[in-house]
């Protein structure tokens, strides 16, 4: 027996048969070169320029916001406010005039830093102090034979220094990365933290900071002499913690120079670990050395360093931060300067950091002499501190994305349901970092791209959503009638399918788009996936943004009566915030790429990058769906997650970041999975106008056309 769903597809490629080609729909529209390349432009001008300053007041206010807001990105604000120090002694190697305490400390609830402390018998009146640490150094980190010298010598000057293992380094590692083959970079290949308001580069900071805090506790410590130096990761972080411990009152950053806005632009250093989301939409790593001022900064650099610590992005931050050091009056406090080595922290660079550090602290005398002392060579369980509990890095990231769960309780009534419904769609606007809300784009209606064919007609169109950032479409439409309601879907491509056709039969307009940087259009690759995650601008809310601001171009039309949306796989999510925020879209339909973001942590993927960033601190798609209500909503299937980079260790794969298509999740899950938002479409009495689960595309197509 032929089944309805068939006859109604028969009657529609008969109907079809003499009206809009296939072709006509789906081929480009914008030329070659536009396609190609103006993700590329786009980015490169929307890179948002740094705040510059007139005078120190000026500076001294932007200072507080900055900072404070620093924090609250990092998500460590209220670690700070609530967690204190906490410290287990483990043992102590005596030498030949200093001592090697071993020590372990909370840097985070249940993050443990195993840390040796080298301390100088003979203390005077009292001792500077300096937190001196390595980079990505995986097997040796603290015990590296490098930093091994750098500390002697820094010792037998008379400083007090702690050196930890850093962040997934030596002890810390999960992996033993000193045997052969095996590398320990869980911190650079788990990104579940994204889904989270907590960072991997907070925990950093706090590793830091709670040194200073040991540092600060002891009582022949000078306060008012205590450093902060590393290479690398450990250069970016003596930044970070400069920047934001105003006790740190000299600091030398080590092959750690660069920028993020070069970074966007050559496609470079995707260490998520050290790059917290939307940082640079109101900031860089030239803000952190201003935030140093007006305390001693030297930034060194390799001859020939990583490709991302280039030495003209190096200039231009150190440039940005000397115009605050001399509001000042100190400019002579922050230097850049370039070794005559290459990535590292070698015999040159120790040099540089000895006699910076006798400028400041000892009247420009380099205590010991300018050259170093040969340095004995500890074995590496020698100065092995013994940790025996504590977080993984994935261990901290799952605890981060388990702390998000939370109750959200349906609404007493529609006074209260409306109310949420105004406070969660303001702080998703801002969550996916939307800049022209439903702003009427300019449209270059191209006269010579109109066809006609029976009763149909189609035109290709060309959005303008920003300045010089054209979008694709193709408005098909009735011949003749002088209202009609307008289904926008997501993408072209679609324009030959089942569902457009039954669409078209039953009296609707379609407008075919391709969101900027799909379908016809190149999205960039990594480069525009790293302006997206470091900026704050979403690739889901920028697709949300081009079909509102689609909309509002179709309801400025006097022959549109109604507008509705359709998307599916990657689309979906768009589709659903697009619906969620702009009011005028009368009903969606949508088969998402995965069921929720939630499941997405849950799929036993470490590598996938959270498409909205800290989403599951402000709920997930249940909620947005609710904030459809009660509208006609259909989400008509949804896929289980499953990685479109098959889980390979790398930092960022072009958008989609899952696979869009089977395996689906049965029916019976997604109506569980979405019973929360039928309940809230009930405190509308509007329960029949949600919907879950695939009721064939010709029969959403018709659901669609019926409107609310």
Not at 152 to 173: M, T
Not at 441 to 453: F, L, M, N, W
Not at 550 to 578: E, N, Q, S
Request: charged content about 25%; some cysteine.
């Amino acid at each position: 027996m032929i089944s309805r769903s068939l006859v109604l597809l028969l009657v529609s490629v008969l109907e079809l048969a003499a009206q809009i080609p296939a072709g006509w729909l789906t081929e480009p529209v914008l030329p070659e070169a536009t396609r190609r390349g103006q993700m590329y432009a786009y980015v490169n001008a929307n890179i948002p320029p740094l705040p510059r300053f007139r005078s120190l007041p000026e500076w001294e206010r932007y200072r507080v916001t900055v900072k404070r807001d620093l924090l609250r990105l990092l998500g460590i604000d209220d670690i700070l406010r609530t967690h204190r120090l906490q410290v287990v002694k483990k043992g102590t190697l005596q030498r030949k005039g200093y001592r090697i305490d071993k020590i372990v400390y909370e840097s985070y609830p249940g993050m443990y830093v195993p840390a040796l402390v080298w301390r100088p018998d003979q203390v005077g009146a009292k001792a500077p102090a300096i937190v001196s640490i390595t980079g990505h150094t995986y097997c040796d980190s603290k015990a590296a034979d490098y930093i091994q010298a750098r500390n002697y010598n820094l010792v037998r000057r008379g400083f007090i220094v702690i050196s930890y293992d850093y962040f997934g380094c030596g002890e810390r590692g999960r992996l033993d990365a000193c045997q052969p083959g095996v590398w320990g970079g869980v911190d650079h290949t788990n990104s579940l933290f994204s889904y989270t308001t907590r960072t991997p580069t907070g925990i950093e900071v706090l590793d830091g900071i709670r040194a200073v805090d040991y540092l600060y506790s002891l009582p022949e410590a000078d306060r008012s002499r205590i450093a902060f130096t590393g290479e690398s990761g450990g250069g970016n972080n003596t930044y970070w913690v400069a920047a934001l411990d105003e006790r740190v009152t000299a600091a030398v950053t080590v092959c750690a120079a660069g920028s993020m806005a070069q970074w966007i632009k050559a496609d470079l250093n995707y260490d998520w670990h050290q790059r917290p989301p939307g940082m640079r939409a109101f900031a860089d790593i030239g803000t952190l050395y201003a935030l140093t001022a007006p305390r001693p900064l030297l930034v060194l650099n390799g001859r020939k360093d990583l490709a991302e610590f280039a030495w003209p992005d190096a200039e231009r931050s150190v440039d940005y931060a000397r115009a605050v050091y001399r509001l000042y009056g100190a400019a002579d406090r922050i230097a850049l300067e370039r070794s005559t080595t290459d990535h590292g922290y070698q015999l040159d660079k120790r040099l540089k950091l000895y006699e910076w550090l006798g400028r400041w602290y000892f009247a420009g005398e380099t205590p010991g002499g300018a050259a170093e002392i040969d340095a004995p060579v500890e074995p590496r369980e020698a100065l092995r501190v013994g940790l025996s509990e504590g977080l993984s890095i994935p261990e901290l990231a799952k605890r981060w994305v388990d702390e998000t769960r939370q109750e959200v309780p349906l609404p007493a009534d529609k006074d209260v349901a409306r109310a949420f419904q105004k406070d969660r769609r303001q702080s998703l606007v801002k969550l996916l970092g939307l800049r022209q809300w439903g702003e009427k784009p300019g449209v270059a209606e191209r006269q010579t791209d109109v066809i006609v064919e029976g009763d149909q007609e189609a035109e290709r169109l060309i959005f303008e959503m920003e300045p010089d950032l054209l979008v694709p479409a193709v408005f098909v439409r009735p011949a003749g009638r002088k209202r009609y309601p307008v289904v926008i879907v997501l993408e072209k491509k679609r324009g030959p399918s089942a569902e457009v056709r039954e669409l078209l039969r039953g009296g609707a307009a379609v407008l075919l788009l391709d969101p900027r940087g799909t379908g016809e259009m190149d999205w960039g690759g990594g480069r525009t996936s790293n302006w997206a995650n470091l900026t704050g601008r979403t690739a889901a809310g920028m697709w949300a943004e081009d079909v509102s601001r689609v909309t509002t171009y179709l309801l400025a039309r006097p022959d549109v009566a109604r507008v509705a949306v359709l998307g599916y796989g990657i689309f979906g999510k768009a589709a659903l915030y697009a619906t969620a925020l702009d009011n005028r879209i009368s009903a969606a339909a949508l088969a998402m790429d995965t069921i929720s973001y939630r499941a997405e942590t849950e799929a036993g993927f470490a590598h996938v990058y959270a498409g909205v960033p800290r989403i599951l601190a402000w709920g997930d798609t249940p909620q947005i769906a609710a904030l459809v209500a009660p509208r006609p909503l259909a989400i008509l299937r949804a896929g289980r997650p499953v990685s479109s980079n098959q889980e390979r260790p790398a930092y960022f794969s072009p958008v989609p970041r899952f696979d869009a298509g089977p395996p689906w999740v049965a029916e019976a899950e997604l109506r569980e999975a979405y019973s929360w938002t039928q309940k809230f479409y009930a405190v509308f009495g509007a329960a029949s106008k949600f919907r879950t689960g695939a009721g064939g595309e010709l029969e959403t197509a018709q659901w669609l056309v019926a409107g609310p």
